[in-house]
């Protein structure tokens, strides 16, 4: 082994000591050989114990360990405020109830269209009554198939894949991803936004988004 070998192996760390050691051969003549053969030894007990050395564990904050605080209480505002909309032959959607789970000031955008149509929370739920009503719906079930949380002291967001059943359990209406921007309160989680896209011609739920 030379010093070209260490420094390859060990890299920044090691050069530093290679520079001091060809600094002590060319520059002091005055030191002898055995002590300069001394110094290299040394040098190469140092390149080997960094060859050696384990590489740290990730700190607690890294992405690689880092998990989100309030990832159950976050999924579970989400859940609800889907189930409050679902409902079966023979039930209605629970209006009053998604309020719980909504910011007054709530929005909820539609991109699905050319243009954005942005809602009200109470502007939505006076759409989505005149929509069940009028179109005789008897059957509504959406939920959630895939969700990623992140979080950041009281702001959240979910990117929610979600599925929806129309008047029939067994036939998919709707797939599409849901945007939800939540606000953490003395009440608990609260979503600010909802904002969501459709499967539609050219535009497929990538698997991303299906958790794969």
């Not at 030894?41 to 690689?64: E, M, Q, R």
């Not at 360990?65 to 309030?70: A, C, L, S």
């Not at 209406?173 to 011609?201: A, H, N, P, R, Y």
Request: hydrophobic share 35%; glycine share 6%.
């Amino acid at each position: 082994m030379n010093i070209g070998h260490i420094l390859i192996i060990t890299g920044e760390r090691i050069i530093c000591f290679s520079k001091l050691t060809v600094v002590l051969y060319l520059y002091i003549p005055a030191i002898n050989t055995t002590m300069k053969n001394l110094l290299f030894y040394a040098i190469c007990l140092i390149a080997l114990s960094a060859c050696n050395t384990k590489p740290g564990k990730p700190t607690s904050d890294s992405t690689a360990v880092y998990h989100v605080p309030d990832e159950k209480a976050i999924g579970q505002t989400i859940k609800n405020a889907y189930a409050a909309i679902s409902f079966k032959e023979g039930e209605q959607p629970r209006y009053d109830e998604l309020r719980k789970y909504c910011l007054p000031t709530a929005r909820f955008i539609n991109a699905q269209g050319d243009t954005t149509q942005t809602t009200s929370l109470n502007q939505f739920i006076y759409l989505y009554r005149t929509l069940v009503e009028s179109q005789h719906i008897h059957y509504f079930y959406e939920h959630e198939i895939f969700g990623k949380t992140e979080q950041f002291g009281n702001v959240a967001q979910q990117v929610s894949t979600y599925k929806t059943y129309i008047n029939k359990p067994d036939s998919l209406t709707e797939t599409g991803v849901d945007f939800f921007t939540l606000i953490k309160t003395k009440d608990g989680w609260k979503i600010s936004t909802i904002t969501w896209d459709v499967e539609k011609k050219g535009l497929k739920v990538p698997g991303y988004y299906w958790g794969k």
